[in-house]
């Protein structure tokens, strides 16, 4: 089938650089307005794919991922697609500017790579809410945006006054609903003990935080966490199985950067 025929009678990484030169000057001459950020290593995974006669419906979600990763909106992402598909449409031995029709991409083609863009842009516009919907916490967004203030006191102040309380459950043995419905207890436990303009956030999936300033009352509110919220969890019969609640002080590292990262682990 066109180009697709010619390069893949030759070696795989001979015809994969064909293609990829081929679909980058088709999708130039399109208009592509910024070059340098136009190759990625998803580009050549899909051309891997497509030369090997596979299905490349998961390169392609990937490669619209990437995409809205590095900034390029939808319009110009399909631009792109529909380049490449007119580069393997071309009749074998062709070497002349292929003209990209975004209204003649194939449906599965256009699909993948559309629904990889959406889902990165829609993650994106979650981590931009200050909270959640449901249970009310900050975003890990909202979380580093404090960090940076408190580190930035910190350094006029010449001294790191706050703390974290670390707030883990064991979801393994729950699944769905009740999973979001044992998230959104253990937010109003931690709502109800920290309420005098604290930083409570949630992240990851089981795990949520709390962002003070330590001070003589830490250790009474830490024990008053852990107790109510196992009240709170032994309530509801559907999230009963989430196990023993973990709670507990974790210090914060020098810099702000290096909280940002212990975070991140922990969320894990």
């Not at 998230?183 to 962002?211: H, N, P, Q, R, Y």
């Not at 509110?221 to 919220?229: D, E, F, G, I, S």
């Amino acid at each position: 089938m066109g180009v697709r025929e010619a390069v893949t009678r030759r070696s795989g990484a001979e015809g994969s650089r064909a293609l990829r030169s081929r679909w980058r000057t088709a999708t130039m001459a399109a208009g592509w307005a910024f070059p340098a950020d136009w190759p990625l290593a998803e580009v050549d995974d899909v051309c891997r794919a497509l030369l090997d006669g596979d299905d490349a419906s998961t390169q392609l979600y990937r490669l619209g991922g990437a995409r809205a990763e590095a900034g390029a909106g939808l319009a110009e992402t399909l631009l792109d697609l529909a380049a490449l598909h007119a580069v393997l449409e071309e009749p074998p031995g062709s070497t002349g500017i292929v003209s990209a029709s975004v209204d003649g991409i194939p449906a599965p083609m256009l699909r993948s790579t559309a629904l990889g863009w959406g889902d990165v842009m829609t993650k994106r516009a979650a981590n931009c809410a200050a909270d959640n919907p449901l249970t009310g916490l900050a975003t890990p967004a909202y979380l580093r945006t404090r960090l940076r203030e408190v580190y930035a006191e910190a350094r006029a102040a010449g001294r790191l006054d706050h703390v974290l309380v670390l707030v883990a459950l064991d979801l393994t043995r729950t699944s769905g609903w009740s999973r979001v419905v044992a998230m959104t207890l253990l937010a109003d436990a931690l709502k109800e003990v920290f309420d005098s303009g604290e930083t409570v956030a949630s992240i990851g999936s089981s795990v949520a935080c709390v962002l003070l300033r330590r001070d003589r009352h830490l250790a009474r509110a830490v024990t008053n966490l852990r107790v109510l919220t196992a009240d709170r969890l032994a309530v509801d019969p559907h999230v009963a199985p989430t196990g023993p609640v973990e709670v507990w002080l974790e210090e914060l590292p020098p810099t702000c950067e290096d909280a940002v990262a212990l975070l991140s682990r922990l969320g894990r």
